[in-house]
């Protein structure tokens, strides 16, 4: 069976990337049912995209691969899409857009769109062998117990990476890559929570509050949750993509309190209140009581000098941990690094050297920040390589 493109993976990228290719097209992916990232994202809802989505929200050893894609089919584009099929959505914080409904309305509009587009979709369908060909590509994949051999002249490469394994995920683009002479860049968990290895923080699981986290690169103004393993939470994933094992990490418990002077002006009208009891006025109380086995949080607030109030305060707001791990790739939201974008076209998607071959999505090397712009990455590259296969 010859087709005009075949497109290994039925994901975001992939299905994004069908709807625009044009000619014959064939989405194989070995999942039970296409967009399965999607259907679960977002608490079921989907965080589609954000607002804000732009370069500087991206990690990639070229900062300036993803500009082009970006620019060519922009958020504002992907809004007007689900608009014209009718999916109500919402803002949440920080830019990011939700379904108001289900994310199974993204997965019906992408099929509709392939559909449309005349693509056909074999799931639970396996690759068995690959290699290039005078026409482009020679495939065999077992689909129903049967073996079939499939020739095609465009290959694109969306599997993504190798973040959450029980849903399938495989490094099954970067062994193609790599067969095909394409580099890898390190490959790690991203967007994952820290983990502790002495479980310091298990009597605090279930406790959230806003915070800063930060390192010499960078920080994050999200919230905070502790668990049995270690901290997660939205300022915790967002971080983790910029955390190298061994290296400590800051926490900033008040970062927009003005907590010195609130307890300067307590200790002034209501002096006889302890000062913890003051201190789980703002902070949740299992945290100051569990603080308080390690900071000076004892006596009442009038026996407070400022000096030993400044102390506390800056121990609050500086709070150096060092973390043992991360929960890695089980529970990582994506995969850091992947195929080196210096071997591909940043308008197109093909590899350089390798004509008719693509990578979009996750399977390389550019990641996004927690809150949508993963998303947007994998419609932006797809519809890059979807048209310029399609000579748009």
Same mark, same amino acid.
């Given at each position: 069976?010859?087709?005009?493109?075949?497109?290994?993976?039925?994901? !975001?990228? $992939?299905?994004?990337?069908?709807?625009?290719? /044009?000619?014959?097209? &064939?989405?194989? %992916?070995? #999942?039970?049912?296409? +967009?399965?990232?999607?259907?679960?994202?977002?608490?079921?809802?989907?965080?589609?995209?954000?607002?804000?989505?732009?370069?500087?929200?991206?990690?990639?050893?070229?900062?300036?691969?993803?500009?082009?894609?970006?620019?060519?089919?922009?958020?504002?584009?992907?809004?007007?899409?689900?608009?014209?099929?009718?999916?109500?959505?919402?803002?949440?914080?920080?830019?990011?857009?939700?379904?108001?409904?289900?994310?199974?309305?993204?997965?019906?509009?992408?099929?509709?769109?392939?559909?449309?587009?005349?693509?056909?979709?074999?799931?639970?369908?396996?690759?068995?062998?690959?290699?290039?060909?005078?026409?482009?590509?020679?495939?065999?994949?077992?689909?129903?117990?049967?073996?079939?051999?499939?020739?095609?002249?465009?290959?694109?490469? !969306?599997? $993504?990476?190798?973040?959450?394994?029980?849903? /399938?995920?495989?490094? &099954?683009?970067? %062994?193609? #890559?790599?067969?095909? +002479?394409?580099?890898?860049?390190?490959?790690?968990?991203?967007?994952?929570?820290?983990?502790?290895?002495?479980?310091?923080?298990?009597?605090?699981?279930?406790?959230?509050?806003?915070?800063?986290?930060?390192?010499?690169?960078?920080?994050?103004?999200?919230?905070?949750?502790?668990?049995?393993?270690?901290?997660?939470?939205?300022?915790?994933?967002?971080?983790?993509?910029?955390?190298?094992?061994?290296?400590?990490?800051?926490?900033?418990?008040?970062?927009?309190?003005?907590?010195?002077?609130?307890?300067?002006?307590?200790?002034?009208?209501?002096?006889?209140?302890?000062?913890?009891?003051?201190?789980?006025?703002?902070?949740?109380?299992?945290?100051?009581?569990?603080?308080?086995?390690?900071?000076?949080?004892?006596?009442?607030?009038?026996?407070?000098?400022?000096?030993?109030?400044?102390?506390?305060?800056?121990?609050?707001?500086?709070?150096?941990?060092?973390?043992?791990?991360?929960?890695?790739?089980?529970?990582?939201?994506?995969?850091?690094?992947?195929?080196?974008?210096?071997?591909?076209?940043?308008?197109?998607?093909?590899?350089?050297?390798?004509?008719?071959?693509?990578?979009?999505?996750?399977?390389?090397?550019?990641?996004?920040?927690?809150?949508?712009?993963?998303?947007?990455?994998?419609?932006?590259?797809?519809?890059?390589?979807?048209?310029?296969?399609?000579?748009?």
């Amino acid at each position: 069976m010859t087709y005009d493109t075949i497109i290994l993976g039925a994901g !975001a990228a $992939g299905l994004m990337c069908a709807a625009h290719c /044009g000619g014959r097209v &064939l989405v194989v %992916d070995h #999942a039970k049912a296409p +967009g399965e990232k999607i259907r679960i994202s977002g608490g079921g809802r989907c965080n589609f995209t954000n607002m804000y989505a732009g370069p500087e929200n991206f990690l990639s050893q070229n900062p300036h691969f993803c500009k082009s894609a970006l620019a060519r089919y922009t958020q504002w584009d992907f809004i007007d899409l689900v608009n014209r099929h009718g999916i109500a959505w919402h803002e949440k914080t920080l830019g990011q857009l939700f379904c108001d409904g289900s994310s199974k309305q993204i997965i019906a509009m992408l099929l509709a769109e392939i559909e449309r587009a005349g693509a056909e979709l074999w799931v639970q369908t396996s690759l068995r062998s690959l290699s290039k060909s005078d026409a482009g590509f020679a495939l065999e994949v077992e689909r129903d117990g049967r073996r079939h051999r499939l020739t095609c002249a465009n290959l694109v490469l !969306a599997t $993504g990476g190798k973040s959450i394994p029980k849903m /399938g995920a495989t490094g &099954l683009a970067y %062994d193609i #890559a790599q067969q095909f +002479g394409l580099r890898l860049t390190d490959t790690r968990a991203g967007l994952v929570p820290f983990t502790f290895s002495d479980d310091k923080f298990k009597e605090l699981s279930g406790v959230s509050l806003p915070a800063r986290l930060s390192n010499d690169r960078t920080s994050f103004d999200e919230a905070l949750l502790f668990t049995h393993r270690g901290l997660s939470g939205p300022s915790v994933l967002q971080l983790s993509s910029y955390w190298r094992e061994g290296e400590a990490i800051r926490v900033n418990l008040i970062p927009n309190l003005p907590l010195y002077d609130l307890l300067r002006d307590q200790r002034q009208a209501s002096g006889r209140k302890d000062l913890s009891t003051e201190l789980a006025r703002h902070l949740p109380g299992r945290l100051v009581d569990y603080l308080g086995q390690q900071l000076p949080m004892s006596g009442r607030l009038a026996d407070q000098s400022d000096a030993r109030l400044a102390e506390l305060v800056a121990a609050l707001s500086d709070w150096h941990l060092m973390p043992s791990g991360t929960e890695g790739y089980r529970t990582a939201e994506v995969t850091l690094g992947g195929i080196d974008t210096d071997d591909l076209s940043s308008k197109t998607m093909e590899a350089k050297e390798i004509p008719g071959l693509y990578a979009i999505g996750e399977a390389v090397d550019v990641t996004g920040w927690l809150g949508g712009y993963n998303f947007q990455w994998a419609w932006s590259s797809g519809h890059a390589a979807g048209s310029a296969i399609a000579g748009d």
